[in-house]
C-alpha cells in the first residue's frame, strides 16, 4: 500500500445560521492528532511547499481561495483541489509536499502535530526520491 492510499479528505463541523457560518477543528476529535503548531500562508506569489516531513502530520485547509495540492510518494502523486473552508486534507509523514496554482487571495491554515524542525525535513526531490527508494 502507498503512503498515498493513507491521505484523506476531512469534513469538519459547521454551524449556520442568519448570521453566518462558524466552521470549527478540534484536535484529537475532528483531526487525528493533537495540534502543536499552526500556521498559514497568504498573498502567495508563487509555488510553496517543494519538501517531505520525515515525522509530521498536517491538516491543510484553504480558508478563502483555491489551490492544488499535489503529493508523491516517490513513485506516483495525486492531485487535490482545495475550495472549500469546511475541508481540509489530512497529510501522512514522507511524502513530497507542493502547493500550485494559487487563486488571488487565497489563504491557508496549515495544522500540524509537531513543532517546527528544519532539520526533520527533507528539502528536495533528489534527497527525498534517494531516501525513499533506498529505505
Do not use: C
Amino acid at each position: 500500500m502507498s503512503r498515498l492510499d493513507i491521505v484523506r479528505w476531512i469534513d469538519f463541523r459547521s454551524v449556520v445560521d442568519e448570521r453566518g457560518a462558524l466552521t470549527f477543528i478540534e484536535g484529537m476529535k475532528d483531526i487525528p492528532f493533537e495540534i502543536k503548531r499552526a500556521y498559514y500562508l497568504y498573498d502567495v506569489r508563487q509555488d510553496r511547499g517543494g519538501h517531505a516531513h520525515r515525522d509530521t502530520q498536517q491538516v491543510i485547509v484553504p480558508l478563502a481561495g483555491r489551490f492544488v495540492l499535489e503529493l508523491s510518494d516517490g513513485v506516483e502523486s495525486r492531485r487535490f483541489a482545495l475550495d472549500s473552508p469546511t475541508r481540509g486534507v489530512h497529510i501522512v509523514p514522507m511524502l513530497f509536499i507542493r502547493l500550485l496554482d494559487f487563486a488571488p487571495g487565497t489563504v491557508v491554515l496549515v495544522l500540524a502535530n509537531t513543532h517546527y524542525d528544519k532539520s526533520r525535513s527533507i528539502r528536495s526531490w533528489e534527497e527525498y526520491v534517494q531516501e525513499v527508494r533506498g529505505a
